[in-house]
């Protein structure tokens, strides 16, 4: 039986949603893997128990253990008092969100223990999560999306935007810091609001009548699956407790009421972007449809709880669509084994006369 760990947590203001998408995962895997839990607390630490497949762990101070990755082999080492063992692992689903954990940081430690995972490498990544980045990308792809300006500075003057215009940090998810400003004075406070979270923040013109549209695609195996496209109904902007508490005044409609002429644009974007910016995993694509056309948003490289609930009409389970991202990452990691890095050379045949610069 296969060793998979589930990550998720971590140091980033959407830690919570990173928990609810980690125990998801957790509760709907298939029981053909032995599962190992890593949570990543606030401060960065690693910890795993088996207490973290339950609720009730997450509302008190129950006691876990500290873990680690090796530097150069898929081992675990879990610290039990004074005790240590170690589990070898094959796989890890990621289920982080936000911040470096998902913009390419445990990509990369996951990389150097040379272990396989569920999602987009260390460069996209870092792209998707970058919003100005990806607007860069679009431009670059004659992709619409919504005219921007970045600023760091509460008095910002914008350019080339009128109001209204809204305002986010531009490396987080989840609706965090993101408000709408009708007047020079909303606008400051908001990025004033908005630098409480990052200190680069994205300036966008706000569209009033549009259609808000997501669709979810992964890769097994070289065939992709696409999801049905949902449409997100609400009064303003798509807020954090809109998306996760129980008092909300929004409506999802699967699958979207679109022609096929739309439906075959939003899919083609998609499909563009996902094989142009060598994404992996389930990714889920954010897109507004404006008088007819298509702007993509953002790019979620982890989204919440995988959006397994868009591909229920497509047959796939959420347990269906972890085993086939689990074995997708299996194969990608073959795959890449069979790169030689290996490259003989003679320039170390001169290394004894390389003689030491003296500091002054």
């Known amino acids: 039986m296969q060793n998979i760990a589930v990550i998720f947590g971590g140091k980033s203001v959407e830690h919570d949603i990173s ?7 957790l509760k709907n895997m298939p029981a053909s893997y032995n599962i190992i839990p890593i949570y990543i607390d ?7 128990k088996d207490a973290l497949f339950f609720a009730k762990t997450y509302q008190s101070k129950t006691k876990l253990d500290e873990c680690f990755l090796a530097s150069n082999e898929p081992k675990l080492f879990v610290k039990h008092g004074i005790m240590r063992k170690c589990i070898v692992l094959d796989c890890a689903v990621l289920c982080v969100h936000g911040g470096l954990f998902e913009g390419g940081g445990l990509q990369g430690v996951l990389d150097l223990a040379n272990l396989p995972y569920t999602s987009a490498n260390i460069e996209a990544s870092a792209v998707c999560l970058d919003k ?8 670059s792809q004659n992709i619409n999306t919504a005219k921007y300006e970045v600023c760091n500075s509460p008095d910002y003057e914008p350019q080339k935007l009128n109001y209204p215009i809204i305002i986010k940090p531009e490396h987080l998810g989840s609706s965090v810091g993101i408000k709408i400003a009708n007047s020079k004075a909303e606008l400051k406070s908001a990025i004033m609001c908005a630098q409480n979270f990052d200190s680069q923040i994205l300036l966008e013109e706000c569209f009033t009548d549009f259609r808000e549209l997501n669709i979810a695609l992964f890769k097994y195996k070289n065939q992709m699956y696409i999801s049905s496209i949902e449409e997100i109904k609400k009064d303003g902007i798509y807020t954090f407790e809109q998306k996760y508490t129980a008092k909300t005044q929004i409506k999802r409609i699967v699958p979207a009421e679109l022609n096929l002429k739309q439906i075959d644009n939003i899919v083609k974007k998609a499909t563009f972007c996902y094989e142009n910016l060598n994404l992996s995993g389930v990714v889920r694509f954010d897109m507004f449809l404006v008088d007819g056309k298509i702007y993509l948003n953002e790019i979620n490289t982890i989204p919440g709880s995988l959006a397994f609930y868009l591909f229920k009409e497509q047959g ?5 669509l972890i085993d086939l991202l689990i074995k997708d990452a299996l194969y990608r990691f073959a795959n890449q084994q069979k790169i030689d890095y290996n490259f003989s050379s003679n320039v170390l045949d001169t290394l004894d006369s390389i003689t030491n610069v003296s500091q002054k």
């Open 19 to 25: 928990i609810i998408t980690g125990f998801s995962v």
């Open 42 to 48: 606030k401060n960065g630490k690693w910890w795993t």
């Open 132 to 139: 100005v980045l990806t607007k860069n990308f679009c431009k």
């Open 316 to 320: 796939i389970s959420f347990a269906k």
